[in-house]
């Protein structure tokens, strides 16, 4: 068990002790500071999280949607514990999660090669020493996992397309074997029968390994067929969370319900 | 393995024509130091009777007012010439993209200071910082190196500050380090190959200024001393015989000169359109 405490009081624990959920987050309060100028430290501060209480259940996908600058990437990097300063408590079953990035141009490195970029999450693990020969046989085995055929080891990511760079990225996410992931946004920069397949992959590694996942996206359909619950947030707050299901069949809210108006649900 | 792995790096060369021709030239020069290192008709310090004497079979590039082999001095002048041009990038450089990359990742207090100190030094002419240093540590080959080398750091600083910071913050980094990544591999492991080719044009680049500076240097007779020679300071001896031996001037500053025309081509050759290796 790893507890930090910020100097806002926050609390960020991994290997936390928790009945049945990968991931509880608890009246989170993110903030964000003035950009410091020159050598003057900014000090104004904004709240960009409003009191933000969630769970991700073992095993479920919750889903998160809302409109760009509503908060879903200021979550996103709190959970991953990047962000300072904030309070409340986020409290993580396993190690820190890894993220599946939007844009799979972006998200591997262009100067490896994919075979390595594969290798590199296990030789960053800082809780056990995988052995050259542990390393092999693992990335293999997540390749075959995801459909990343060997041949494409000795290939550079510029030379993959969309689909090929979001199962490697997806494959370096799980490469430890961990319980919960954040899907930021996965499929959003891919067409859409690339879509469907990432999505049927996310969903079969979530039934075989038991993966929990927080599935941030703006894309109403998609959560519709990736999740299991859904929260819906707006500026900074959330709004309603519940079965998905439920949700979008008796939005509570005005602001949900134009939401799925605009989807065409 | 290894033949695609080199067809893929020079398939990643922007310009891999311009690269070759300038590498072709490089060669050329490095043949003639090779070679001087090795054989050279005469041994370049010594003194002869046969003053002055124009190009012939016996001195390919005739000999100057002492009577020494201008051939003999140009080989061996190219050998210190180009040390002294790679000594000061490798000083230059590679403290240089250290200090950039590390401040530049980080940023907050240090870098600011770092780069207000760059700036500083950037304000000094480079010859001019240079000629401090050497008048304070005495002229000899090793010192003017060291000379040159300081006065190249900020620009490496400069450049590898500001290719790290645009690498930082895109998705490949954050991944990296939210996977565990310790700093110093994320810097030099993650993100420095992927600026390696703005990086090396300007080490080419750098080159190139070394190469002039350390022969302007020379040329004001600061440097190796007399008898040895480097190149600009055989310019700098021949310009009283340039119309009796023209080769004195010419054998030496075509040297100088493909040098140069060799690392802007290879520089060239890296830099893409956009400014980076695609």
């Keep these: ?265 | 393995m290894a033949t695609t792995r080199t067809r893929s790096l020079l398939a990643r060369i922007p310009n891999p024509r311009l690269f070759c021709a300038g590498a072709l030239i490089m060669l050329a020069v490095i043949t003639l130091i090779v070679i001087g290192m090795v054989w050279m008709p005469y041994e370049p310090t010594a003194m002869s009777p046969d003053r002055l004497q124009g190009v012939s079979a016996a001195h390919l590039l005739g000999t100057d007012k002492m009577g020494r082999d201008i051939l003999s001095r140009v080989m061996y002048g190219s050998r210190i010439t180009f040390l002294v041009a790679l000594g000061t990038m490798a000083i230059g450089a590679g403290f240089g993209i250290l200090v950039g990359a590390v401040t530049g990742y980080y940023g907050g207090i240090v870098d600011e200071v770092v780069m207000r100190v760059t700036d500083g030094l950037f304000a000094f002419p480079t010859v001019l910082l240079a000629l401090v240093i050497v008048s304070l540590f005495g002229s000899s080959t090793l010192n003017v190196m060291w000379a040159l080398g300081i006065a190249f750091v900020p620009s490496f600083i400069r450049v590898a500050r500001s290719e790290v910071i645009r690498c930082k913050h895109l998705d490949y980094v954050k991944n990296a380090r939210l996977m565990g990544v310790r700093d110093a591999r994320v810097i030099f492991v993650h993100i420095l190959p992927n600026v390696s080719g703005v990086i090396m044009s300007n080490v080419m680049i750098g080159f190139n200024n070394a190469v002039l500076s350390e022969a302007g240097l020379s040329y004001l007779g600061i440097g190796s001393q007399p008898p040895y020679a480097s190149l600009g300071q055989m310019i700098s001896e021949a310009q009283e015989i340039f119309f009796t031996v023209p080769s004195a001037v010419l054998g030496p500053g075509m040297v100088i000169v493909l040098m140069v025309l060799g690392f802007s081509l290879m520089g060239e050759g890296l830099r893409a359109a956009e400014g980076r290796m695609a």
């Excluded at chain 1, 100067?111 to 970029?117: D, P, S, T, Y």
């Excluded at chain 1, 760079?165 to 430890?176: E, G, L, S």
């Design chain 1, 1 to 265: 068990m790893t507890r930090t405490v910020t100097k806002m009081g926050g609390v960020y624990e991994t290997h936390a002790r928790l009945n049945g959920s990968a991931l509880e987050v608890r009246n989170l309060n993110v903030y964000y500071r003035e950009r410091a100028r020159m050598l003057r430290r900014g000090n104004a501060l904004e709240r960009v999280l409003h009191d933000v209480s969630f769970c991700v259940r073992d095993g479920e996908i919750l889903g998160l949607c809302g409109e760009s600058g509503c908060g879903k990437s200021t979550l996103s990097k709190a959970i991953c514990g990047i962000v300072r300063e904030f309070d409340g408590e986020i409290l993580l079953a396993d190690e820190r999660p890894l993220m599946v990035f939007q844009d799979p141009f972006g998200s591997l490195n262009p100067a490896k090669r994919v075979g390595w970029l594969l290798e590199e999450p296990l030789r960053a693990d800082r809780t056990r020493t995988w052995t050259p020969d542990e390393r092999a046989t693992r990335i293999e085995e997540v390749a075959a996992q995801v459909e990343v055929e060997t041949a494409l080891f000795d290939r550079c990511p510029t030379e993959l397309s969309g689909g090929q760079r979001q199962r490697v990225a997806i494959a370096c996410a799980i490469m430890r074997k961990p319980r919960f992931l954040i899907a930021d946004e996965p499929v959003s920069a891919l067409d859409v029968t690339i879509q469907k397949q990432v999505l049927e992959l996310l969903r079969s590694l979530h039934e075989s390994m038991g993966l929990s996942m927080l599935f941030i996206s703006h894309d109403l359909r998609v959560v519709y067929q990736v999740c299991d619950r859904v929260m819906i947030m707006r500026e900074g707050r959330i709004l309603e969370q519940g079965v998905v299901r439920d949700v979008y069949r008796n939005p509570s809210h005005e602001y949900t319900r134009s939401l799925l108006a605009a989807a065409g649900i």
